[in-house]
């Protein structure tokens, strides 16, 4: 579940917040939507219950009719599915003619990152229990522009800083290991760099 917290979500939420327009459907809601940093959502899903979602349903069988939304925005949701053929599939079902799909998708550690970077330090203490997880494609833009040949896809490199005590619940999530493991492994790192991109299609 995406609750925002990889990275700094006012810095890639502002990035978003260019794209929406219209009606619009935010994939992978998460429990908290106060920091979506103003951007107005029409309906939000999620596949967890219990959380912030206006609809409880999957990405790759979203219960809406053909071309519903002018936009579809995703933050740091379409990271962890599994087979991103499907839900493309879905996308371009709802998206109305004209519409645009925007998403922040997670990179991991910035590549220059020193030695203060919580990141990096916790993906060389468990490097075979923290990898990038879901279909690795959402981070490739030539399988973006084969899943959309009829959009412009444009890819923006976006770089923030985060607190590395923010990171642990995140981490911990996605190497599936107890939070005091992960707090252990960035003990005295102040903050981290993290790489994401925002992909549009329009």
Same mark, same amino acid.
């Given at each position: 579940?995406?609750?925002?917290?990889?990275?700094?979500?006012?810095?890639?939420?502002?990035?978003?917040?260019?794209?929406?327009?219209? =009606? !619009? *459907?935010?994939? %992978?809601?998460?429990?908290?939507?106060?920091?979506? @940093? /103003?951007? &107005?959502? #029409?309906?939000?899903? +999620?596949?967890?219950?219990?959380?912030?979602?206006?609809?409880?349903?999957?990405?790759?069988?979203?219960?809406?009719?053909?071309?519903?939304?002018?936009?579809?925005?995703?933050?740091?949701?379409?990271?962890?599915?599994?087979?991103?053929?499907?839900?493309?599939?879905?996308?371009? =079902? !709802? *998206?109305?003619? %004209?519409?645009?799909?925007?998403?922040?998708?997670? @990179? /991991?550690? &910035?590549? #220059?990152?020193?030695? +203060?970077?919580?990141?990096?330090?916790?993906?060389?203490?468990?490097?075979?229990?923290?990898?990038?997880?879901?279909?690795?494609?959402?981070?490739?833009?030539?399988?973006?522009?084969?899943?959309?040949?009829?959009?412009?896809?444009?890819?923006?490199?976006?770089?923030?800083?985060?607190?590395?005590?923010?990171?642990?619940?995140?981490?911990?999530?996605?190497?599936?290991?107890?939070? &005091?493991?992960?707090?252990?492994?960035?003990?005295?790192?102040?903050?981290?760099?993290?790489?994401?991109?925002?992909?549009?299609?329009?």
């Amino acid at each position: 579940m995406n609750e925002g917290v990889l990275p700094d979500d006012a810095v890639t939420w502002q990035r978003l917040a260019a794209a929406c327009a219209g =009606r !619009v *459907l935010e994939i %992978g809601c998460g429990a908290r939507r106060a920091w979506r @940093g /103003g951007v &107005a959502i #029409d309906v939000a899903i +999620d596949v967890a219950r219990g959380g912030a979602a206006d609809v409880v349903a999957r990405a790759e069988a979203l219960p809406f009719a053909a071309a519903t939304f002018d936009r579809v925005v995703a933050h740091l949701a379409l990271d962890v599915i599994a087979n991103g053929d499907p839900v493309m599939r879905e996308l371009a =079902r !709802v *998206l109305a003619p %004209g519409g645009e799909v925007a998403a922040i998708v997670g @990179g /991991g550690p &910035a590549a #220059d990152a020193g030695d +203060d970077d919580a990141l990096a330090a916790l993906c060389d203490r468990l490097p075979r229990r923290l990898g990038a997880p879901g279909d690795p494609r959402v981070r490739d833009d030539a399988a973006w522009r084969a899943w959309w040949p009829s959009h412009r896809v444009t890819v923006e490199r976006l770089e923030t800083r985060v607190d590395g005590a923010a990171l642990v619940p995140t981490l911990a999530r996605l190497a599936r290991v107890a939070e &005091a493991v992960v707090a252990d492994a960035i003990a005295g790192r102040r903050a981290a760099r993290v790489v994401t991109w925002l992909v549009r299609c329009a």
